[in-house]
């Protein structure tokens, strides 16, 4: 079963030399050397795009580094794709699911091998895998389709199949995004005992300080594709691996500021939601963003903030609480929004507020296309108005586009994001919902677009800006939360803004 | 009414005959379909494939004058046009739906235009094993006369059964239809694997189509098919996949379809034309009731499109 050349019993550790890969002009990896014992625990630290995927994906055998060894043991080997890493006894637990969800444990775990036979003898393979499981510390029922099992039970039974395929070494990626807390600390304590008695080695990418703490021996944290420090987790508190992750930012000169916060324009109180997997509840006890604000709500992803979006834009049920717009109950309907001057710039917005082969005129009439002027709704479209409306956006938001009448699919990303933005602030505008808005855009739209949100909030705009970019919330956040397992965790001043606070908090550490 | 008069017993007789006389298109095709599916593709253009294998049986059984001839030809051409949709379906960004319907429509058409000198000749019929030679009853057993296509269908339920349980064969055709990324990430080959299940669904349905011309009805005609091919997809669906389910849908298909012709014999003259649709109405009835709004449907391969 094993193809490993070490005794069974002996572990294996992994060392990377000078690490470095280069996705054309882009570094992802610099120079990184990271050293996993053999028999320990090794926690990969560090933020969204530090370059953990890619160096595990390097170990692996999915990316071949532009430079840099790896030691498997204590010898240097080339691993050119997943299948050598296997026969050095490599393994990785993904963060999505790779088993096939109609067949079964038993099924899944026997069809993973390199050589099953033709005709399966099962009396034979069960009383096998009887005699497999016995020496595991937990066991999943093998003879249920996988599409029956939890979550958890799915993620053991991955961590099972690495094992069974005889691999001595594994990396597992973000192992607990799909966990509930307490099936997170049920499987990590039995990779923990694993690595203590069975000579497992383990390295876990995770951005979650407490899992560090209470299971890993060693950490490494990356920070924009460098390796930045670590060591053992005795030896470091959470403050130091907050500082080390998110490193020696200081706050970025802020965009000029005018005017003070009015009323209460947007508040939810006690609203309950299912998260999307339906695992995790979403609980918002208390959000209120004022007229002449911006409230930044920061948080690695995952952790309820599409969900906050959703519930804003009337996407997502809620059993319990309320939301409410200038203290009307509010369900997001299109006469409710337009009532109160509500308006979205979603993530992804040619998907999630365009209609990417309308054309651009069309697109920016999304509003008010079925309204004539006076409130009233109308029957014949306008598209004198409607294209006169366009071309005076387009020139306004500097929009590149050929013509008014293309696809706004053909746009490019900003100039789609400028496109939305014209729109959506176009008229009197209360309320602002944005998600993630410079996304994925290159630096001078990244700053117009900003700039926009700014100007709208000192003419009086209430503006709930989601973002994962901790730099754009600290730029322009007057009041920053922090989202954490679907709950407000933390919420401070921006004058008082504590980084390390609120990178501790984001890593859901209270 | 010549023998015995049996009077009312007539109709559960004609049933149980009718099942197994009529059923065998039914399970070769939705046998072959269930394979297809259970690969990750909807093969809708079996329905050609049947009436081309019929029309392909025929003429070879009449040239060679062996019916068995003309069941391996009626294969061997399933089996082209099955090759035809794998390979067409494995080219980017073509829908397996709509390729269907194009060789449905291609396999009925060709079999028309190279049929044509086949509908006055006679070929040899498939041989039936007589069940019924304990009865005095000339109904009975005319309705226990079994073809050896119908046993042989009945094993091979069993044995696809047998074979998505424990051959390597049969978990790779699994895995393969459940879900792509993991079949790549064991180094299988989805677009080959699927090919070959499609190859093997075709040739499956042209046995089907053979058993039309070559023992009941028993004539080619360009009427021979009644939507067998069709009814069988939706047979599949019923059946969650399952092969041996395909065998008992495909029994009760066929014996929901005798029974227009059962009520006829015994004397029911009027209204009896209604139990004709019988067997379509008693799809539609159980596909409603054992379908639900909130839950996809169990047991379906992940990768079909229909259920995606």
């Known amino acids: ?510 | 009414m010549n023998g015995l008069d049996i009077g009312w017993w007539g109709v559960p007789i004609a049933i149980i005959g009718g099942a197994i006389r009529v059923s065998t298109p039914f399970i070769f095709v939705s046998l072959g379909e269930c394979l297809t599916e259970r690969s990750g593709r909807i093969n809708l253009g079996l329905e050609g494939t049947l009436v081309f294998g019929a029309m392909a049986g025929y003429a070879v059984a009449f040239h060679t004058g062996s019916p068995w001839a003309g069941v391996a030809a009626a294969a061997l051409a399933g089996m082209l046009f099955g090759l035809l949709h794998g390979w067409l379906c494995s080219l980017p960004k073509v829908n397996d739906i709509a390729v269907g319907i194009a060789l449905m429509l291609f396999g009925t058409g060709i079999a028309f235009f190279f049929g044509k000198p086949y509908i006055q000749p006679v070929a040899p019929d498939l041989p039936a094993i007589p069940l019924g030679w304990w009865t005095d009853i000339p109904q009975l057993e005319a309705a226990l006369r079994v073809n050896v296509l119908f046993v042989i269908g009945a094993i091979l339920a069993f044995a696809m059964a047998w074979m998505f349980k424990a051959t390597r064969v049969g978990l790779i055709v699994r895995v393969v239809g459940d879900s792509t990324d993991a079949a790549r990430a064991m180094g299988l080959d989805p677009n080959w694997v699927r090919l070959w299940s499609t190859a093997a669904g075709g040739a499956l349905a042209g046995i089907g189509g053979a058993y039309l011309s070559l023992y009941y009805p028993g004539s080619w005609n360009e009427g021979i098919s009644s939507g067998q091919g069709l009814m069988a997809v939706a047979l599949v669906i019923f059946a969650r996949w399952n092969p041996i389910n395909c065998l008992w849908a495909a029994l009760l298909f066929g014996g929901a379809g005798a029974l227009g012709p059962a009520l006829q014999s015994v004397g029911v003259s009027e209204g009896y034309y209604l139990f004709f649709a019988a067997p379509y109405v008693l799809t539609l009835g159980l596909l409603v009731a054992t379908s639900s709004p909130t839950q996809a449907i169990s047991g379906a391969p992940g990768e079909l499109s229909i259920t995606k």
């Open chain 1, 1 to 510: 079963m094993s193809a490993l050349d070490q005794p069974d019993s002996a572990p294996i550790g992994v060392e990377t030399v000078g690490m470095t890969m280069k996705f054309g002009a882009f570094v992802a990896l610099d120079n990184v050397s990271i050293q996993v014992r053999p028999g320990t625990f090794h926690a990969l630290l560090g933020e969204n795009g530090a370059g953990k995927s890619t160096l595990v994906k390097c170990m692996m055998g999915f990316y071949h580094p532009t430079s840099g060894q790896l030691i498997v043991g204590d010898r240097e080997v080339s691993i050119d794709d997943p299948r050598a890493a296997h026969a050095h006894g490599l393994g990785m637990v993904y963060q999505h699911f790779t088993l096939v969800p109609s067949l079964t444990g038993a099924e899944n775990l026997v069809i993973n091998r390199p050589d099953v036979p033709a005709v399966i003898d099962w009396a034979d393979e069960r009383g096998a895998l009887a005699d497999f499981m016995a020496t595991m510390p937990f066991a999943v029922p093998l003879d249920v389709p996988v599409s029956r099992l939890s979550a958890g039970e799915k993620q053991k039974l991955e961590l099972l199949k690495q094992l069974y395929l005889g691999r001595k070494f594994l990396i597992l990626d973000e192992p607990t995004s799909v966990l509930t807390p307490a099936e997170a600390d049920e499987l990590l304590g039995m990779v923990r005992q694993m690595t203590v008695q069975a000579g497992l080695t383990v390295l876990m990418i995770t951005h979650k300080f407490r899992e560090v703490t209470a299971y890993a021996d060693e950490v490494s944290v990356l920070r924009r594709g460098r390796y930045v420090g670590g060591g053992k987790v005795s030896d470091l508190s959470h403050a130091d691996m907050a500082a080390l992750m998110i490193g020696e930012k200081t706050l970025s000169q802020k965009a000029a500021r005018s005017g003070v916060p009015g009323d209460a324009v947007l508040s939810l109180r006690g609203v309950q939601a299912v998260d999307r997997s339906g695992l995790k509840q979403i609980s918002l006890d208390s959000l209120d963003v004022r007229a002449g604000e911006i409230v930044g709500v920061a948080g690695v992803s995952g952790n309820g903030q599409t969900e906050l979006m959703e519930l804003l834009a009337g996407q997502r049920p809620y059993q319990a609480g309320a939301i409410a717009v200038k203290g009307q109950p509010y369900d997001a309907s299109r006469t409710q929004a337009r009532a109160a001057n509500v308006r979205y710039l979603p993530e992804e917005p040619l998907h999630n507020a365009c209609a990417p082969r309308m054309s651009v005129a069309q697109n920016m009439a999304f509003r008010d296309f079925d309204e004539d002027g006076q409130g009233k709704p109308r029957f014949w479209l306008d598209t004198g108005a409607m294209r006169a409306k366009a071309r005076d956006l387009v020139a306004a938001y500097n929009v590149k586009t050929t013509s008014i009448d293309s696809p706004i699919a053909a746009l490019s990303g900003g100039n789609v994001q400028r496109a939305v933005l014209a729109r959506e602030l176009t008229g009197q505008v209360d309320l602002l919902v944005i998600s993630n808005p410079c996304f994925g855009l290159d630096f001078s739209a990244v700053a117009e677009i900003r700039a926009r949100i700014m100007a709208a909030r000192n003419s009086g705009t209430a503006v709930l800006l989601i973002s994962e970019d901790l730099d754009e919330i600290l730029e322009l956040s007057d009041r920053v939360l922090v989202m954490s397992e679907g709950r407000i965790a933390f919420e401070t001043p921006i004058g008082a803004a504590d980084i390390g606070e609120i990178g501790q908090h984001m890593a859901g550490h209270a």
